[in-house]
């Protein structure tokens, strides 16, 4: 079975619409929608009337937290993420968790970075590739992309591997940490669209966020070396 899941805050202008194109996209496999949500409006009513599983998460953990519960909340052989917003293809679910249920791979990270997106500024894609390049040079990982919304994780990867859920910028753990264990990570190139909504976004603590999770993976993975 595949897995979709996604963390929600005041989505009502999109979640509709990425609902549909998930299930346009897996017309056929088994899946669920999983959706961890913070909302203030009608995210959630609009979610589950759709479908979707929603397990609310009121008042507001952080974005750490959310991500961390959905994914344990997941109950498929692959679990696919991404973000609810429309920025997201979700016509490429069924190709992310086909590698990984083929076995080809533990974990598909969906680069948005190939080329600078035109729904991208200028200042993200520079930060973005800030924080590839540092996750290089000081853990090792190469990618172009450590903090994409859209992945897919094996059922055994997410069981494995233990992360911090507290503060922003989970998703760098996500890759860096299951490589650093000899899981095997796959990148892929894929579009990515105007966001639908406003952004819950906040630039300065998630820049922080990352440089720490990388420091402190660095340093871990040294002393344990």
Same mark, same amino acid.
């Given at each position: ?5 996604? *963390? ?205 999770? *990388? ?11």
């Amino acid at each position: 079975m595949i897995s979709v899941a996604m *963390i929600t805050m005041n989505e009502e202008q999109a979640v509709a619409r990425v609902i549909e194109d998930i299930h346009a996209a897996l017309v056929g496999p088994e899946h669920e929608i999983v959706i961890v949500d913070s909302s203030k409006d009608s995210t959630p009513e609009i979610a589950e009337r759709m479908g979707a599983r929603v397990i609310r998460q009121f008042p507001p953990r952080g974005y750490g937290n959310a991500m961390a519960r959905v994914l344990k909340e997941c109950h498929g052989d692959v679990t696919v993420t991404l973000d609810c917003d429309g920025t997201y293809p979700a016509a490429e679910i069924p190709n992310l968790a086909d590698m990984v249920l083929s076995g080809e791979c533990d974990l598909v990270n969906a680069s948005r970075l190939e080329k600078r997106p035109a729904a991208m500024p200028w200042a993200n894609y520079v930060a973005n590739w800030v924080f590839a390049v540092t996750g290089w040079l000081l853990v090792g990982v190469k990618s172009t992309d450590l903090h994409s919304g859209m992945r897919a994780y094996s059922r055994q990867l997410i069981e494995r591997v233990k992360v911090d859920p507290n503060g922003p910028a989970l998703p760098v753990d996500l890759l860096l940490k299951p490589a650093l264990m000899g899981f095997r990570i796959k990148e892929v190139f894929i579009p990515y669209g105007q966001r639908i909504g406003e952004t819950t976004l906040h630039r300065w603590a998630s820049t922080m966020w990352t440089f720490r999770r *990388i420091f402190r993976l660095a340093f871990t993975h040294t002393v344990s070396e």
